[in-house]
């Protein structure tokens, strides 16, 4: 999240100014940035490891949100990138995704029964990732579906 001169990008905040829910994965990083969020619509963030502890008080290391008839379980680090799919169906059993942060770095995959792990990416960070992220998610049928968006 933006820090020193570090900003979100112009784009990143118009689609943030569209969305109904923002899903954060944590790394926050302050409260300031949660308010900020939030000045464009609902947050629902899990806290992570680069999280100052006013927001480690406040923010859960993992949660479920329910929206649209979807469920979709979110946690800061997922773990290791072997088996994490399986692991993280077997972590959230009545899951229909999970979106997670952590390596800054973009993944979707998709199992074969249609459960889901999303990692965005970042709009700030790129860790060796080709372009700065962000997700959108919509749901069709109760069923979210993830799109990576490069800014």
Do not use: W, Y
């Amino acid at each position: 999240m933006p820090r020193g001169t570090r900003q979100l990008p112009k784009e990143c905040l118009r689609r943030l100014g569209e969305a109904e829910l923002i899903l954060h994965g944590g790394d926050l990083v302050g409260a300031p940035v949660l308010e900020a969020l939030g000045s464009l619509a609902p947050v629902e963030a899990v806290a992570g490891n680069m999280d100052q502890p006013e927001l480690l008080a406040i923010l859960p290391e993992r949660r479920v949100v329910e929206v649209g008839g979807a469920r979709i379980a979110m946690i800061h680090d997922a773990g290791p990138k072997a088996n994490r799919l399986a692991r993280m169906r077997a972590r959230f059993k009545d899951a229909d995704a999970v979106v997670f942060g952590h390596s800054h770095l973009p993944l979707h995959e998709i199992a074969d029964d249609g459960f889901q792990i999303f990692n965005p990416g970042s709009p700030t960070e790129r860790r060796g990732a080709p372009a700065h992220t962000m997700g959108i998610a919509t749901l069709k049928a109760g069923r979210p579906h993830f799109e990576l968006i490069a800014l």
